[in-house]
């Protein structure tokens, strides 16, 4: 009995390529041709279909299909489109279940099918372009604006289906792409960082337009590590995708109902092939159905195969075909199983040369290969020879499944028995003599190779490759760093910066290497706002509100082509004159990196390594940086240490100090240009912050209003020029008061200054606009301090919220409100004038000259010679209350011969006693 005779077989020997389904009579042998499970019906009729659907309103997605190379992914995805296209299709499919749900969207949709390769363009790029050539076939023409135009690609779609259905009113459009895993994985961050936005867009114009989006995935994109640095990004497309992933199960139906087809009879002869050895295997008897349905691919194959994570173009249908191909014209073994196991796809991965190209892969192989060798040439129990090449290569295969590949995990010496079905010839059919003969070959395969590469866990009795032996990480790590491209390299610089410069994980602008960032104005004793970026001047657009400076750290051996405009507010970084030294340095800790991320076995080891490779180019960049750090300023470019003094350059305690002093050193004739006239803060010990502003303004106002004086209170007024004789305030001298009192001079008596007239908005912001004040471009809380000032000194009365004013006589309440309340107040105006009829009969009364008042230039003097004569009065008051207390006399007599007392309150009477009695 050959294999030939109890198999069916159909091979898969070719790639089916999605454009394949354009044709009608391709697209319906396709259709006929594809088998599908129980499990994969119900993801299509409940998962896909109703996404696919336009003609019930619900909250449509995209659907990603997920599948590796070779599990009928991209014949899926063809069947999906076919249907969809044309209207006859569905009654061809296999399933009925599929088949019913499927005359909901049958010849519904213009169809287009791009299979994306090798290319530079970016995703939408693709898209558009193939989408527009597809819409003038099909007479409805449709142009696309540019990128650069829109604010989102939605609408634009939208209206490319719009366009459509003006001629074919009944149909969707349907856009279907293969390989969008491998496109997106040779894609630069910040490309992959706007394809991924572009991908978002397509699941989410489902739910606007009859737009239907159908991707074809090697792997679920959303848990690759590969792409844990856009993290952010994928969360936000998942939202916008149902994934349908194809299983184990669906294999197993497929190989069993398409490659390896039986009739009953077929069954039958197999069944009754393997009905002897069932005694020898666990649950063989129980699952022989299964047995005979896959026959002559193991279970086994089925299952490990879909365990292994490591590679990737594992082609599981093509490797069983090709499988079963080499045993046609053989006959059916008499003395054995005859099944094919997982051990089968070892001799499948050493002979596929590509399968090296993964570091992990290649250990595996390069150790087992070591294993074979020796148990081929030195194994001593040469009847169980077939046996032990067998277990050696199924390990092999096994150690692929568990992710990390040095995970002490392994098999049992019943799970090698069952699941590659071992024999050897045994007196009686018993199981237990069988695993005996499979420990003997184990123990064997151990002492031939003297334990190297493989291992045994007495705990669960498993055996399994041990790969941590002879592992030389430094040598991988160098290796993976010479294959990395100048922008990979980049990125792990920029990241490394990042840490030392001591910047924030998420930057100022998601998706780009942008920070906030402040420089010294030594000279004011300021700080100026402004941004930090990594990369080139050409991305200045995408850091908003504008602000007062922009610094640019280019990587080592930037290549891209930027224009430097050479503007006042930009300073570029550069490092040059790298040696091999550096370059080695950077290479080792990106190499490091990159198999920290791509490893899933030594991901720890490669960490650690990393750490120190790390800690390697941090000593680096603090001993060398400085002599190899190069400026460019406005054109012209020098070495950074050129800029400071040397003095200056040794003291920066830090690299990040470094850069900041040598950027705020080149752009202080800027900022002086800018802020002409800005305040002075020579008594602070270091440069005011933007986040110090407010409280230090907060304590200046406190020491206006009457609170103790402080250093930074102090330190304010000065700066501000808002002091006076013995550190008293007087805003007279300050020209930022006296800016502030002509804007109210310019106004009539009973008009006030509103907020807008002095404050405006220069930027929008984040959190708040940006806002200077008009003559002197001061921060509003410079303003509030100077206003308070104003107040205290009689000059304005400042109305803060509509209901609250400040005066002279209030101003301490100021002492107890945040600069932000008085930093947003409402208008400010002149004193009311004084009441001049009751002040003239004061004067009067008191002897004074009535002029002094009435005469403004004279009323500081009035105010002087009014304090001096209450002075006098309150001291003949004390005088006579003390004679009255004694009581009058006259020739040493008293003039009142009744015990009279006066009460006196605040040195007025206020009643006359007598005896007890109030008289008066």
Known sequence: MKYRDVVQFEPISTVIQLRDAGAESAARRLVETYVISERMANQIAGVVIPQLRFDVPRDNKGVLIVGNYGTGKSHLMSVLSAVAEYPDLAADLSNDTVREAAASIAGRFKVLRIEIGAVSSSLRDIVVRELEEALREWGTPYTFPPANELTNNKDALAGAVAALRERYPDHGLMLVVDELLDFLRARHEQEL??????????????????????????????????????????????????????????????????????????????????????????????????????????????????????????????????????????????????????????????????????????????????????????????????????????????????GDITTPIGLTPEELRDGLCLYVPTPEASAEFLL???????????????????????????????????????????????????????????????????????????????????????????????????????????????????????????????????????????????????????????????????????????????????????????????EHLEVGYQGVWKRASAVLPRAASSASATIEDFIRVVAGTLLAPHFADHYAGYPRFTRLAQPMTEAARPGNATEAIAQIAGRPATHLGTAVLDGLQLLGENTTVDPGGSPYALALLRRLGEKSDNQVVNRGEIIEIVAGGVDRPVEKDLSHKLEPEWIAVTLVALVHHGDITLTLNGKETLDAGSVDRAATMNVETIANFQHYGRPRQLPMHTWVSIFERLGLQSALVKDETKRDQAVRELVARVQHELSRVVSLQGIMGRGLQLWNEPVFTDNFQMRAEGGAVVGIVSDGELLL
């Open 436 to 626: 005996g003969q499979v420990r003997v070959a184990l123990r064997e395969i151990v002492k031939t190779v003297s334990g190297q590469y493989i291992s045994h866990n007495d705990g669960n009795d498993q055996y399994y490759l041990d790969l941590k032996k002879d592992v030389d990480f430094d040598a991988r790590i160098d290796e993976r760093g010479e294959s990395l491209d100048r922008n990979d390299l980049n990125r792990y610089f920029f990241d490394s910066l990042r840490e030392i410069l001591d910047l924030d994980t998420s930057t100022y602008v998601s998706g780009h290497k942008i920070w906030f960032s402040e420089l010294p104005w030594l000279e004011h004793k300021v700080t100026r706002p402004g941004y930090l970026f990594f990369g080139a001047p050409d991305e200045r657009s995408t850091a908003q509100p504008p602000r007062d400076f922009y610094v640019y750290l280019l990587p080592p051996g930037h290549d891209r082509a930027w224009r430097d405009e050479e503007r006042a507010d930009e300073v570029i970084f550069t490092l040059g004159g790298l040696d091999d030294a550096f370059d080695a340095i950077l290479r080792r800790y990106a190499g490091a990196r990159a198999l920290e991320n791509e490893s899933a076995s030594h991901r720890t080891v490669y960490g650690d390594k990393a750490a120190r490779q790390r800690t390697c180019l941090v000593q680096w960049v603090n001993t060398h940086l400085v």
């Open 193 to 402: 960082i706007l394809d991924l936005g572009f991908l978002r867009e397509l699941g989410e114009v489902a739910a606007l337009a009859p737009f239907r989006f159908i991707g074809g995935l090697q792997e679920t994109l959303f848990d690759s590590p590969r792409f844990n640095f856009v993290a952010e990004q994928l969360r936000r497309v998942r939202d916008r995708f149902e994934q349908v992933i194809i299983g184990r199960q669906d294999i197993a139906y497929v190989v069993a109902n398409r490659i390896l087809r039986k009739n009953d009879e077929q069954k039958a002869r197999i069944i009754e092939h393997l009905r002897p050895y069932t005694p020898l295997y666990d649950r063989m008897a129980e699952r022989m159905d299964e047995y005979a349905q896959l026959f002559p691919i193991h279970p086994a194959y089925v299952d490990t195969f879909q365990h292994v994570v490591v590679t990737e173009k594992r082609e599981v249908l093509r490797t069983f075909s090709q499988a079963v191909a080499g045993l046609l014209d053989r006959d059916v073994p008499s003395d054995q199983t005859g099944l094919i196991s997982f051990d089968h796809y070892w001799d499948v991965l050493r002979d596929n040369p590509s399968m090296k190209t993964y570091p992990e892969v290649a250990e595996v192989l390069e150790k087992g290969h070591v294993l074979d060798q020796r148990v081929s040439q030195g194994y001593t129990r040469r009847a169980l020879t077939p046996i032990a090449l067998r277990i050696v290569h199924a390990l092999g295969v096994h150690r692929l499944t568990t």
